[in-house]
């Protein structure tokens, strides 16, 4: 380092008497390098903060601390609304500091591991796999589970964290499927809301069997239904979900196994079938794939011309495999792993009485939310 300081250059031999000529100076990139390990050697190992270099001068004059709470809970959950098979949060305590000066904050929050003072009355939280800003005290938050800093000025992320137990889906969703004759299908589903709060932006993924066709969503209680055929899915749309709030919605449909041309409707699953599709269909034969590979048959009636296709008995049918449904939606003000700022202090050193402006905020939202068909329905 020393051959740094004095322009990259080494020594050799004994040292040049009083009288002889200086080194050359030294270039600007060595000049900011020395500057750099000056000012870590005068800050001393415990008073450095390289995130916060100098303190900070606001031209209003007002200090302000946001603190956002941001979780994801993803599940697995069953469709007969059993217990969950996975069910995990990951979140992560994001602030804005626009504090003057250098400021000390700490903060506390019902962790398990914290002792009461710290965690507050109430219900506590297990945290796994925490990460800490460089700029909390490791050695205080080990021993006493304090989060105690000088924060950054600006957005930063200061605590990451997973939540893997004591966590309630915060939506449920119950899932069966039957078969009606062979190529004919029936899906149940039924929402319900178990957030204290309204859930916004409720959208769920429903797949269809593969060469689906005619499909009828049915929804009652709620929401809007639409079908995606690029997709091959149904989508379900809330633009709100109270609490407590309960929802149906009713699929029904066919799929031939081979590419999807299917007779009509038996049973009566669509009152309202077009007997214009089968006209066009009885007078443009051609309009039937070949690999389908079935035999057409016309029956003329006074009112309509229908069209049966029958499946040839040498196509294997192919089964469905049932993907899950998946679920996405936004909790504003709600935690899902239960975590709460219990409070919050700001001090500075240089100045008695300091008033910061302090906001808390918390937001949930879905990321591998799935739910999977009942037990022993199939279609």
Excluded at 197 to 214: E, N, S, W
Excluded at 312 to 319: D, F, S
Excluded at 343 to 353: I, N, Q
């Amino acid at each position: 380092m020393s051959s740094l300081l004095r322009g990259g250059r080494g020594r050799a031999g004994a040292p040049a008497p009083a009288g002889a000529a200086a080194s050359p100076p030294a270039s600007p990139a060595v000049a900011a390098v020395a500057a750099t390990v000056a000012a870590a050697a005068a800050s001393g190992p415990t008073g450095a903060t390289p995130w916060r270099p100098a303190p900070v001068v606001h031209a209003r004059g007002k200090n302000e601390l946001f603190i956002s709470v941001q979780e994801r809970i993803s599940a697995v959950l069953p469709g007969n609304g059993g217990p969950a098979r996975s069910l995990e949060v990951a979140g992560a305590l994001r602030l804005r500091a626009r504090l003057a000066g250098m400021p000390r904050v700490r903060l506390g929050i019902n962790d398990a591991a914290a002792p009461t003072a710290a965690a507050g009355a109430g219900p506590r939280v297990r945290l796994e796999a925490v990460a800490l800003h460089p700029a909390v005290g490791l050695g205080s938050f080990e021993a006493r589970r304090a989060i105690e800093f000088v924060p950054p000025e600006g957005d930063f992320e200061l605590l990451a964290y997973r939540v893997l137990a004591d966590v309630r889906p915060p939506l449920s969703l119950r899932a069966a499927s039957s078969r009606l004759g062979r190529h004919h299908y029936r899906l149940t589903l039924a929402l319900r809301s178990a957030c204290p709060r309204p859930a916004l932006g409720v959208r769920v993924r429903i797949p269809l069997p593969p060469h689906a066709d005619k499909v009828l969503p049915r929804p009652t209680g709620g929401g809007k239904a639409k079908v995606d055929a690029a997709a091959g899915e149904v989508r379900w749309k809330f633009r709100e979900l109270l609490p407590g709030a309960a929802a149906s919605l009713e699929v029904c449909g066919a799929a031939c196994c081979c590419c999807g041309w299917v007779g009509g409707w038996r049973g009566g699953l669509l009152a309202a079938a077009r007997p214009a599709a089968w006209l066009s269909a009885a007078r443009s034969p051609s309009r039937v794939p070949p690999s389908c590979r079935a035999a057409v048959t016309r029956t003329h009636t006074r009112a309509r011309s229908q069209v049966d296709v029958h499946t040839a008995a040498a196509v294997e049918e192919r089964p469905w495999a049932r993907p899950p449904q998946r679920l996405e939606f936004e909790l504003p003000g709600v935690s899902a792993s239960g975590l709460r700022v219990t409070f919050c202090a700001v001090s500075e050193p240089t100045t008695a009485s300091y008033r910061v402006s302090r906001w808390v905020r918390y937001a949930t939202t879905a990321g591998d939310y799935e739910v999977l068909w009942a037990d022993g329905s199939g279609a």
